[in-house]
């Protein structure tokens, strides 16, 4: 059975702006047919494709579809002490959105080099640097178990799919974790969430993808060329990293981010394309976020970000 309802919703307001513009707490992938990515993913794969030689992304009106802008080409910098342990500086420069009207300018900022994982969540909650988001706090487990796309019948048809429930993925990425618990664990860092400008930034700048070529199908955490049964130890797909060293910003689990500039505050935002995904336009980071239904998803995790220390 395919999502409907609000991941429907979500989905269709998406690719109509795509076709027409060319709480504090740590709270809280699978084989399931009526899976869909982030903010109703199969819907959107009812739009054409670009031919995978050429994944030039059809840019709105007035722009060029790869607009220069001042994205550093060196690695990045790991000046000590100015990033927190784990992450690498992001240079700053102008972000051009490919499906919105408005740029906006980016300021330098750290990003993790890899998505917060199973282990990594454990071990945080389990010293008590961070607390967990459980309507029954005597029964909540270090790590979620379960999806909130407000369905039960769905949920506890796709919990199954949260890494919590597994064995033998310390190193895979958490999920099934909300926006309040992946602010807190960031802050229990001395880290915050990303901007969403910022994660589409450290994503795509002016290059075509995260690792700066169309997208090979074989090499980066989705769903092609064949599904996959869930998440993707980090790390594994070399070439889905950026030219900073940041990875798997193509693909394993859409990431959680603070509303990008051209949202309202409050609204849940999630970037990228999970292991689940068979969008092009997702995978290379060209659609920018979507609004997400679900408050947990088997398909969204984290990673954290922060100012730059001076």
């Given at each position: ?134 309507d029954d706090p005597k029964s909540c487990p270090t790590v ?51 901007g969403g400008d910022e994660w589409e930034w450290a994503a ?97 995790g984290f990673r954290c970000a922060a100012t730059p220390r001076?």
């Amino acid at each position: 059975m395919e999502r409907t309802g609000l991941a429907g919703i979500a989905a269709g307001v998406w690719l109509a702006a795509w076709v027409t513009a060319g709480a504090a707490g740590c709270s809280g992938d699978a084989l399931a047919e009526g899976h869909a990515d982030a903010g109703g993913r199969e819907a959107r794969e009812q739009r054409s494709q670009p031919a995978r030689d050429d994944l030039r992304i059809a840019a709105r009106p007035g722009v060029d579809a790869v607009r220069p802008v001042d994205m550093p080409t060196s690695t990045a910098t790991r000046a000590e002490g100015v990033c927190p342990e784990g992450s690498v500086l992001v240079h700053g420069g102008r972000l051009v959105h490919l499906e919105h009207t408005a740029d906006v300018d980016v300021a330098d900022f750290c990003l993790d080099v890899r998505e917060v994982s199973v282990g990594e969540y454990r071990a945080r909650v389990e010293r008590g640097a961070c607390e967990r988001e459980c309507d029954d706090p005597k029964s909540c487990p270090t790590v979620p178990v379960r999806t909130d796309w407000g369905s039960s019948t769905e949920d506890d048809n796709i919990s199954r799919l949260c890494n919590g429930l597994a064995t033998g993925v310390e190193d895979h990425p958490v999920n099934c974790v909300s926006p309040g618990e992946a602010h807190s664990y960031c802050a229990s860092r001395g880290m915050r969430l990303p901007g969403g400008d910022e994660w589409e930034w450290a994503a795509r700048g002016s290059r075509i993808s995260p690792w700066g070529t169309p997208v090979a199908v074989s090499e980066i955490c989705w769903g092609r060329p064949k599904k996959r049964a869930g998440t993707c130890v980090r790390g594994t797909f070399d070439k889905d990293v950026t030219p900073e060293g940041i990875f798997d910003l193509g693909g394993n689990l859409t990431e959680w981010t603070d509303p990008p500039a051209r949202s309202g505050k409050g609204a849940r935002f999630a970037y990228g394309a999970s292991w689940y995904a068979r969008d092009d336009g997702y995978a290379i980071a060209a659609l920018g976020g979507v609004g997400m239904p679900a408050r947990r998803a088997e398909t969204v995790g984290f990673r954290c970000a922060a100012t730059p220390r001076p």
